[in-house]
């Protein structure tokens, strides 16, 4: 089992920048997969960014390559999201996702709006 709290939410001008972090806790951080997922109002889950166990091999969305990273700190058991120039349909929710094999765990998402 593992619990998933984000954090780093909020409002930003187009522009913009924020970072999200995802605390983990509980079954060994380093052996899954993270990845961050975003649902914008009347869309389905997109995935946003993902980076693998161990290696750290990172992959991203067409629509965020060049202004979003990905990144984790497995002693601290964190994921985090850097959003840089930030656009308004980044506006959606954000959800932090652990993986190993065929579990999967969700946080509970952190809202992300992107407005003048």
């Known amino acids: 089992q593992v619990q998933l709290v984000e954090s780093g939410g909020g409002l930003v001008q187009p522009g913009g920048s ?5 605390a983990a806790s509980g079954d060994t951080f380093s052996a899954y997969g993270m ?3 975003r649902q914008a109002p009347g869309k389905g889950r997109e995935l946003v960014a993902g980076i693998s166990s161990f290696r750290g091999i990172t992959n991203y969305a067409d629509s965020v390559k060049g202004r979003f990273t990905i990144s984790r700190d497995n002693a601290k058991s964190m994921v985090y999201l850097q959003m840089n120039s930030l656009k308004p349909e980044d506006t959606a929710v954000y959800y932090c996702r652990a993986r190993r094999g065929s579990a999967e765990y969700w946080g509970q998402g952190t809202q992300v709006t992107v407005s003048s």
Not at 18 to 22: I, V
């Open 18 to 22: 924020l970072k999200l972090s995802c």
């Open 35 to 37: 990845s961050w997922y």
